[in-house]
């Protein structure tokens, strides 16, 4: 199979990118600022409470080496599927100097080959319009099914669903410290999973039974 991966709150939690970047803005600009940004609502509110300019403070956000790691659940899931054989891939939007420098510090490398890591600056379009997952199914022609594994049913599933591709979510609350926590319930078909599960190791179980090999 060709499991392929959204990056933010999907293999690690966000806010530890967000509070990392508070720390890093915190050490040049000084302590006495990261117990205000930690208690804001939101980075908006946050840069906010620091009284300095927003375009500096937005691009150590940016720019900075984040201070991140893969949970071990992660860890083992990416580990498993790589060793079995599959075909690993990651599909996420953002800024391409935010998400290298995030995909470094996880790691990410180890388990997925850098031709199939798009992300949204480098693609030139957002997931939604599927030019990142048809440039993947394209480059892995023949490996088997394709599954895209996200935790945001307002955009994650809906280019993958219109694909073919077997999507799998994250039931509301599921996926432990999550930014987004949308119930997909609350969106119309083409949005939703088709698969949801509790946390990232329920993955594996859907892998096998997938692969018939629990029956
Ligand atoms: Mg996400």
């Given at each position: 199979?060709?499991?392929?991966?959204?990056?933010?709150?999907?293999?690690?939690?966000?806010?530890?990118?967000?509070?990392?970047?508070?720390?890093?803005?915190?050490?040049?600009?000084?302590?006495?600022?990261?117990?205000?940004?930690?208690?804001?609502?939101d980075?908006?509110?946050?840069?906010?409470?620091?009284?300095?300019?927003?375009s500096?403070?937005?691009?150590?956000?940016?720019?900075?080496?984040?201070?991140?790691?893969?949970?071990?659940?992660?860890?083992?899931?990416?580990?498993?599927?790589?060793?079995?054989?599959?075909?690993?891939?990651?599909?996420?939007?953002?800024?391409?100097v935010?998400?290298?420098?995030k995909?470094?510090?996880?790691g990410?490398?180890?388990?997925?080959?850098?031709?199939?890591?798009?992300?949204?600056?480098?693609?030139?379009?957002?997931?939604?319009?599927?030019?990142?997952?048809?440039?993947?199914?394209?480059?892995?022609?023949g490996?088997?099914?394709?599954?895209?594994?996200?935790?945001?049913?307002?955009?994650?599933?809906?280019?993958?669903?219109?694909?073919?591709?077997?999507?799998?979510?994250?039931?509301?609350?599921?996926?432990?410290?999550?930014?987004?926590?949308?119930?997909?319930?609350?969106?119309?078909?083409?949005?939703?999973?088709?698969?949801?599960?509790?946390?990232?190791?329920?993955?594996?179980?859907?892998?096998?039974?997938?692969?018939?090999?629990?029956?």
């Amino acid at each position: 199979m060709v499991i392929v991966f959204d990056l933010d709150d999907t293999l690690y939690p966000e806010m530890e990118f967000v509070r990392s970047a508070y720390r890093t803005i915190a050490r040049r600009y000084g302590r006495g600022l990261l117990p205000a940004m930690l208690a804001a609502a939101d980075p908006r509110e946050a840069f906010d409470s620091t009284g300095l300019p927003a375009s500096d403070v937005i691009g150590l956000y940016r720019n900075h080496n984040p201070d991140i790691r893969l949970p071990w659940m992660s860890l083992y899931v990416l580990s498993c599927l790589a060793r079995t054989g599959h075909t690993l891939g990651l599909v996420t939007d953002g800024r391409s100097v935010t998400q290298r420098h995030k995909i470094e510090a996880l790691g990410l490398a180890r388990f997925i080959s850098p031709d199939l890591i798009m992300i949204s600056e480098e693609v030139g379009e957002e997931k939604v319009s599927g030019r990142a997952f048809r440039s993947i199914m394209n480059r892995t022609e023949g490996r088997g099914a394709y599954v895209y594994v996200g935790d945001n049913p307002a955009k994650d599933f809906i280019a993958p669903n219109r694909l073919g591709w077997t999507t799998v979510g994250f039931r509301r609350g599921g996926n432990g410290e999550n930014i987004t926590q949308a119930d997909p319930a609350d969106f119309p078909e083409e949005n939703r999973p088709s698969v949801e599960i509790e946390n990232l190791g329920e993955l594996l179980r859907f892998v096998d039974f997938y692969e018939f090999k629990n029956w």
